[in-house]
């Protein structure tokens, strides 16, 4: 099973905790097709960091995945 670990539980100054509801949605669509791409692969990790494509680390390697950069508003 994939494990999804956070670093922080605290959002640094620049990202809306409460975001509108149409961006609350599309960050969930996002996130939920970022997981099935991790289970996909067989990964482990999901790296995620603001204004840079989401990472995979799947049987020990990372791989950067075929996705726009996140953005700090998602």
């Known amino acids: 099973a994939a494990a ?3 670093a922080s539980t605290s959002a640094p ?3 809306r905790v409460n975001a509108p509801a149409e961006t609350a949605e599309g960050g969930r669509a996002a996130m939920d097709r970022l997981l099935r791409r991790l289970v996909e692969r067989q990964g482990s990790d999901l790296h995620l960091r603001t204004d840079e494509p989401p990472i995979v680390r799947a049987h020990g390697e ?3 995945l075929d996705e726009p950069p996140l953005r700090a508003d998602q």
């Open 4 to 6: 999804l670990a956070l």
């Open 13 to 15: 100054p620049s990202v």
């Open 62 to 64: 990372l791989e950067r």
